[in-house]
């Protein structure tokens, strides 16, 4: 995966469990809104309904308080028959520093929307499940709702009542996917994993040791001595799962795939007879330098297993584990070869095909997502959004599998667009916004989506197609957070287009301050996105949030540089083994351009930014010729020669890269980016940084934080390092995060304003 993923639309976040009693987290949550003496509430405005409370805030400013206030709309899925929406809304306490998960559920207009669940354990993933008894008109088909609470799976009625418990195993459900009868379900469960990591002597109970053979031995911010399978069961008479069977017996293989893959991996046939499914396998050393999955089809009834992306008798080319395989024989082989991610699968409803998303080549992990469309009558695959130069992030088929929905992201905004099964694609919207999960709404033609942008946090949306040539008509269903956003000043975003250093344009936003004041001269900030391909679309962080930076007075200068989707390949492909060239002028042009502008006060200028972005701040402190007061870099890779054996996924070093830094037939490219890194121009550092980092961050790890601040401090450069022991490349736990706001503005506040 990428450095700062965009996977899951902004910011993917693993919820910290809460296990006190729901109404006295929803007090919690209140009485630290009102110690913050940022938010104030009164005793009768404290409802029952959580997320719909009346909090007034003291001040029309957003606060890190604020932020953490909001709900955070997670799982949505639409009723069969197109009636009614289930969703889970995530809550937080910063006192308690934790969280909670509900269940809503809503007619399909937005009408009558109700939490469903108030019990102690959190209660998320919602999925319908139908039965039919009679037939012909007779017929008559009741819903449940299935979910998951305290690691175990349930179901429940749609209005929440007539509770029952469906699984009881000893080590608990992770996720589950119901076939379209529903008369079997797929359990998705960790198994112990010792091909790496060996497992200690049983007379050693206490040894925290890891003895460990081979590479991939920890991945984004575990160890990895577990992994998880898919496991069959099937639904009694009782409604009840029967012992579940492991599809993936006996192979040392995880499904769904790290770090953040979930039950979109898998998918079943219409009939319920065959599972479609993610994998990569590939163990140790093959594991960490190749991107190789494929899609494969079990049947359920022989047990059979088919690779769907590659012949029978398939053997990958010998690679050079050192070098990028950019140039190797595994990326240029004959034939319709798919040797990059194959993921997440969907059966047409007829059955007659199953499409994915593709990346062509191994071991490019920010490749273009193509959707693969699978015919089974001939086995031949059709890429169907060729046409369309950008990366498809989540689909959905129509109901009449004619055509597909996806979305893109396109001009930095991720917009809703159609395919037919020929690879004609147009555009169903076009908003200054990030569109997210998608799916049909029944019968009725229409789409259920979730929609964000830089100034309002995930809603759900029915978006209803029009005749050819007209954009869909999109309507708002949930109102989520407008009881705090209402009383907000935020901030003004604009497009601006640029002149880069060689002659292209380059889209940037500019985020005014909140209130606004276009007489006056403000301190401004450029940001530095991560990836390095991850797009600076209208995305909404409860980090690295727009708004907030605008309430504390700053205009927010946001390029979408070399190396980000949205503008064509050549765009975005032009980062790869130019790290320090071609993007950092883009970042200056930005900055530069900025400062024309009246109120921009080009002697008050800060560089902000995470991951690849930090990377671009410890480069930039040594190449800005004193445009900037003060940077702030978080989780930034600062050495390279480290960085190349220190981060688990060796596949994006190699790439990125070229060659490993010990190689003495390094291309030109290598040896550009191995004397371009930043720890190497220190001597040149001349401007005060923060430097943030988390220790089980295994993508990029702590000690590049820890070199940044100790050369810093050793140069005598003013520096402070904000060190994270529990959080990996993100910042998840609430007081967490509220100190990394307070840090960041601290600074920002010391040194540029």
């Known amino acids: 995966m990428t450095f700062f993923s965009h996977k899951l639309y902004g910011e993917a976040i693993r919820y910290v469990e809460l296990t006190f009693n729901y109404y006295i987290m929803i007090k919690q949550l209140l009485t630290t809104a009102v110690m913050s003496a940022t938010l104030s509430i009164t005793p009768a405005e404290a409802k029952v ?5 009346q909090i007034s805030l003291k001040s029309d400013l957003m606060t890190p308080e604020a932020l953490w206030a909001m709900g955070r709309i997670g799982s949505v899925k639409a009723s069969p028959d197109g009636k009614q929406v289930a969703y889970t809304v995530s809550y937080y306490s910063v006192k308690e520093n934790a969280s909670h998960t509900v269940i809503y559920m809503m007619n399909a207009d937005g009408t009558n929307n109700r939490m469903l669940t108030t019990s102690a354990d959190s209660e998320m993933e919602p999925a319908w499940i139908s039965k039919t008894t009679g037939a012909g008109k007779k017929a008559v088909t009741t819903y449940r709702l299935a979910f998951l609470t305290g690691g ?13 418990q469906l699984t009881n195993e000893k080590d608990g459900v992770e996720g589950f996917l119901f076939s379209p009868d529903c008369k079997k379900v797929i359990l998705i469960k960790s198994m112990p994993f010792h091909e790496v990591i060996q497992k200690n002597p049983s007379d050693l109970p206490l040894a925290t040791g890891r003895k460990i053979t081979d590479l991939m031995y920890r991945h984004w911010d575990h160890y990895v001595e577990s992994i998880q399978h898919p496991f069959l069961a099937d639904i009694d008479e009782n409604g009840l799962c029967t012992t579940p069977k492991d599809i993936l017996d006996g192979e040392p293989y995880e499904c769904p795939g790290e770090p953040f893959g979930g039950t979109e991996q898998l998918a079943w046939s219409p009939d319920s007879k065959k599972v479609a499914y993610t994998c990569r396998k590939k163990v140790g050393r093959e594991y960490a330098v190749s991107t190789d999955s494929d899609i494969y089809l079990y049947d359920t009834e022989s047990g059979n ?16 584990y050192t070098k990028t ?3 190797q024989q595994v990326n240029h082989q004959d034939g319709d070869m798919s040797v990059g991610y194959d993921i997440n699968p969907q059966f047409s409803p007829d059955g007659k095909h199953v499409a994915w998303l593709s990346m062509k080549q191994d071991g490019y992990e920010s490749d273009r997502n193509r959707l693969c469309v699978y015919s089974f009558a001939d086995g031949k695959k059709n890429y169907v959004t060729d046409s369309f130069d950008s990366a498809v992030e989540t689909f959905c088929w129509t109901r009449d599998s004619h055509n597909i929905y996806f979305i893109g992201v396109w001009h930095a905004c991720l917009n809703i667009y ?10 169903a919207t076009d908003e200054i916004a990030d569109y997210g999960s998608l799916q049909m709404l ?6 259920i989506a979730t929609r964000h942008s830089m100034s309002a946090p995930d809603d759900i949306y029915l978006v209803a197609p029009q005749k050819k040539g007209k954009l869909a008509v999109s309507t708002r269903l949930t109102k989520e957070n407008d009881h705090i956003l209402s009383q907000l000043s935020l901030g003004k975003i604009e497009k601006r287009w640029v002149k880069t250093t060689d002659g292209k344009e380059e889209l940037v936003w500019i985020i005014l301050p909140s209130n606004f004041d276009p007489n006056k001269k403000y301190p401004t900030l450029l940001f530095c996105q991560g990836g390095p391909q991850s797009p600076v679309s209208q995305f909404w962080s409860y980090r690295w949030n727009m708004q907030i930076m605008a309430a504390n007075g700053y205009v927010v200068v946001a390029p979408n540089r070399r190396g980000l989707p949205g503008f064509g390949s050549d765009w975005c492909e032009k980062i790869s083994g130019d790290w320090t060239g071609q993007c950092m002028n883009d970042y200056l042009s930005a900055i530069d351009d900025a400062c024309t502008l009246p109120y921009v006060d080009k002697d008050r200028l800060g560089c902000v930014g995470a991951s690849f972005g930090g990377f671009s701040v410890y480069y930039l402190a040594s190449h800005h010729n004193k445009r900037f007061k003060a940077f702030i870099s978080h989780d930034g890779a600062f050495n390279l020669e480290s960085m190349y054996t220190d981060t688990e996924e060796c596949w994006f070093s190699n790439w990125e890269y070229d060659d490993a830094y010990w190689n003495k037939d390094q291309t030109e490219r290598a040896k550009k980016t191995y004397e371009n890194s930043p720890h190497k121009f220190v001597d040149k550092w001349d401007t005060p940084i923060l430097c943030i980092h988390g220790e089980k961050d295994y993508r990029i790890n702590a000690n590049q934080g820890f070199g940044a601040f100790n050369a810093a401090r050793m140069r005598g450069i003013p520096a402070e390092l904000l060190i994270y022991p529990d959080e990996n490349h993100w910042v998840l736990k609430p007081q967490n995060g509220v100190l990394w706001q307070r840090t960041f503005f601290e600074w920002l506040d010391r040194w540029v304003k």
Not at 153 to 158: A, D, Q, R
Not at 305 to 320: R, S, V
């Open 325 to 327: 395989l950019a140039t």
């Open 418 to 427: 159609r395919t037919d099964l020929t690879g004609k694609v147009e555009k």
């Open 305 to 320: 297993t088919t690779n769907l992306c590659k012949p029978d008798g398939y053997k990958a080319p010998a690679i050079d």
């Open 152 to 164: 175990q799976l349930w179901s429940m009625l749609p209005d929440g009542t007539d509770r029952k």
């Open 49 to 53: 309904n959580i997320g719909k409370n």
């Open 442 to 447: 029944g019968n009725t033609g229409n789409l």
